[in-house]
């Protein structure tokens, strides 16, 4: 069903399979959002669909996350050819390759002192400390935006634009300036086998406009959850439908 509908619709015309490279969100949009990013679940078949697209685009397939890299491991294993974790701080270009990590500003200690201390007093709330900065995770305590957004703002003056607060889904990211999933791409793009290729991109969140950006510099084609596909389960049964039947 959704094969024959989205065939029919022009706006999920992409470029050929010999011609892609796909550039893919995990976290609410190829899984879906859970209460925790540990209660995540990658969906059964998920895994050998993208297994089969990365086949069939030439290995030009990537996942591009704000978590770490070695979380996307233990969900995907050696399924994606390349992983950009941490919004592009970390990249590694080919499976069991090294992972090249971005020159970053020093993240002032008192900062993760102070924000350990506030969540201390804000149940529901939670830190989240990455390699180039932290996230104020609010999901369990909505009420609680206001105050985490405040504070982080006043950190990020003190800063001189060397870190950037960056909105997420109940959170708020501190991270260096300029290293972003825009960053991730253009690396990316750069080097085999996506290297000559037009990039589809595909994300829900407001971290993955960079790559959003810098996919239209390239004339490549992105795609948003929900404008485009109403759930992470209707965009994954359009990448389905992209993989080349198996014949018995």
């Known amino acids: ?87 592009g701080v970390a990249i590694r270009h080919r499976p069991g390759g090294p992972i090249e990590r971005a020159v970053l500003p020093t993240l002032p200690q008192r900062w993760l002192v102070q924000a350990s201390d ?33 504070t982080a703002e006043r950190w990020v003056r003190e800063s001189e634009g060397a870190f950037t607060l960056q909105p997420a ?16 791409v253009s690396l990316l793009m750069e080097t085999a086998p996506f290297a000559g290729r037009k990039p589809v991109f595909v994300g829900d969140d407001v971290t993955d406009e960079d790559g959003m950006a810098a996919v239209h510099r390239m004339g490549g084609v992105f795609f948003r959850i929900p404008a485009d596909f109403p759930t992470p389960a209707v965009f994954r049964a359009w990448l389905s439908s992209l993989v080349p039947e198996k014949r018995g």
């Open 169 to 184: 889904k109940m959170a708020w990211e501190i991270r260096p300036t300029g290293v972003d999933k825009g960053y991730a």
């Open 118 to 150: 506030l969540l201390a007093t804000l149940p529901g709330t939670r830190l989240e400390h990455k390699q180039g900065g932290f996230v104020l995770h609010y999901r369990a305590a909505p009420e609680k935006a206001e105050i985490l957004r405040q």
């Open 1 to 87: 069903m959704f094969g024959s509908s989205f065939a029919q619709d022009s706006r999920f015309k992409i470029p050929s399979l010999s011609q892609a490279a796909f550039l893919l969100d995990f976290d609410g949009t190829l899984v879906d959002i859970a209460p925790t990013p540990e209660a995540v679940v990658v969906p059964p078949g998920l895994p050998e669909v993208l297994r089969q697209l990365r086949d069939a685009c030439g290995n030009a397939l990537a996942i591009i996350s704000g978590r770490p890299i070695d979380q996307i491991d233990q969900f995907l294993g050696d399924v994606p050819f390349a992983v950009a974790g941490e919004h």
